[in-house]
């Protein structure tokens, strides 16, 4: 990933829910190409905050080509200095400071494939699971589809109307079902089950809603425990690890863990230029890198995104958080320069 940030103009603004709401932008001729993305895929806003230069990544909440406009749809946390601006603050014709998508939390259809494709989703875990599934749907005729969606109340539910119409649309293909935590005894609102997504309810789930392909495809995106039970579900129901997919959001995550690190003289391929520089103890490769006048990409520093992402080459690190990764991507050398801290006194790293 790059380090290039571009200013884009905000078409539209429109509420989904109380909490919530969708960003549509104009995005140039000439930058079509760089702003193409994946189903699954964020971009990252830069701010100005309090004099300090603020990132953060937000899920594009729309297949490329569905509603020929790039869109993000974004839950005002009450802790997030972005989210609360972009939910309060952002109005058409304003311009935005972007980066071009980025992520490997993917769908890519296949036309002539026939899969199963399960969406695990807890609030605005819906925002990368809405796209896959219109992608899918569009593009990928032959494959079923399944979601559990979990929220608070009814009137939480981001993309109700949406997934209704996509439901009765595509009746034969995607199957979805709700679970709230809160439900309203005056809502008219029928939810599949009360409560959250918990391993009960995720072997409750797979055991009512069959795969009708021998290609099952797992995506999970969701609070709190939710990523974990699933995965520890599925891994117990002998589900390669290679099926399952899952990002974390902010807000729902685990404390990192303390490493411990030692001073190193870090060798950097800063996209092909040979750079040399220190790291002291206690300093993490990327504010390593930052101190020495470069800028590194970089997004949400909380090893959620993976927009820091880079290859050890040699030598070893210790990382605090790396949600962004998978175990075989680690075992093949991969890190999180926001995350990562020396284990040992010479490094060798390529940004990739």
């Given at each position: 990933m790059r380090n290039i940030v571009y200013s884009l103009r905000v078409s539209e603004v429109f509420t989904e829910t109380k909490h919530a709401k969708t960003i549509r932008f104009d995005v140039p001729a000439e930058l079509k190409e760089e702003f193409f993305w994946k189903p699954g895929q964020h971009i990252t806003f830069e701010l100005d905050v309090n004099c300090e230069k603020v990132r953060r990544p937000f899920t594009i909440s729309a297949a490329p080509g569905y509603c020929n406009a790039l869109q993000i749809t974004v839950k005002s946390n009450p802790d997030g200095i972005v989210s609360r601006y972009l939910c309060s603050k952002v109005k058409a014709g304003q311009q935005l400071n972007v980066m071009p998508p980025f992520g490997g939390f993917t769908l890519e259809p296949l036309k002539e494939q026939q899969r199963t494709l399960y969406f695990f989703a807890g609030g605005s875990g819906i925002t990368p699971a809405v796209a896959m599934i219109e992608a899918a749907l569009e593009r990928e005729p032959r494959s079923k589809l399944f979601l559990?969606?979990?929220?608070?109340?009814?009137?939480?539910?981001?993309?109700?109307?949406?997934?209704?119409?996509?439901?009765?649309?595509?009746?034969?293909?995607?199957?979805?079902?709700?679970?709230?935590?809160?439900?309203?005894?005056?809502?008219?609102?029928?939810?599949?089950?009360?409560?959250?997504?918990?391993?009960?309810?995720?072997?409750?789930y797979l055991s009512e809603c069959r795969p009708v392909a021998q290609d099952t495809q797992y995506f999970i995106c969701g609070p709190g425990t939710m990523n974990a039970d699933v995965r520890e579900v599925l891994q117990d129901c002998d589900v390669p690890t290679d099926r399952i997919h899952a990002e974390s959001f902010g807000g729902n995550l685990v404390t990192p863990k303390e490493v411990s690190s030692v001073?190193?003289?870090?060798?950097?391929?800063?996209?092909?230029?040979?750079?040399?520089?220190?790291?002291?103890?206690?300093?993490?490769?990327?504010?390593?890198?930052?101190?020495?006048?470069?800028?590194?990409?970089?997004?949400?520093?909380?090893?959620?995104?993976?927009?820091?992402?880079?290859?050890?080459?040699?030598?070893?690190?210790?990382?605090?958080?790396?949600?962004?990764?998978?175990?075989?991507?680690?075992?093949?050398?991969?890190?999180?320069?926001?995350?990562?801290?020396?284990?040992?006194?010479?490094?060798?790293?390529?940004l990739k």
């Open positions: 559990l969606y979990a929220n608070r109340t009814a009137d939480d539910i981001i993309f109700k109307e949406q997934l209704e119409q996509l439901a009765e649309r595509f009746s034969s293909q995607l199957e979805v079902r709700h679970i709230l935590s809160k439900p309203s005894i005056w809502s008219m609102f029928s939810p599949w089950k009360s409560g959250r997504i918990t391993k009960d309810v995720a072997l409750e001073p190193a003289l870090l060798k950097l391929d800063y996209y092909g230029e040979a750079v040399e520089l220190e790291v002291a103890k206690g300093q993490s490769i990327m504010n390593a890198i930052r101190a020495s006048g470069m800028e590194p990409p970089y997004s949400c520093q909380s090893g959620i995104c993976g927009a820091c992402r880079a290859q050890i080459k040699s030598g070893a690190v210790n990382m605090k958080a790396r949600m962004a990764l998978e175990d075989s991507e680690v075992a093949k050398g991969a890190i999180l320069t926001c995350q990562s801290y020396a284990k040992t006194s010479e490094l060798s790293i390529s």
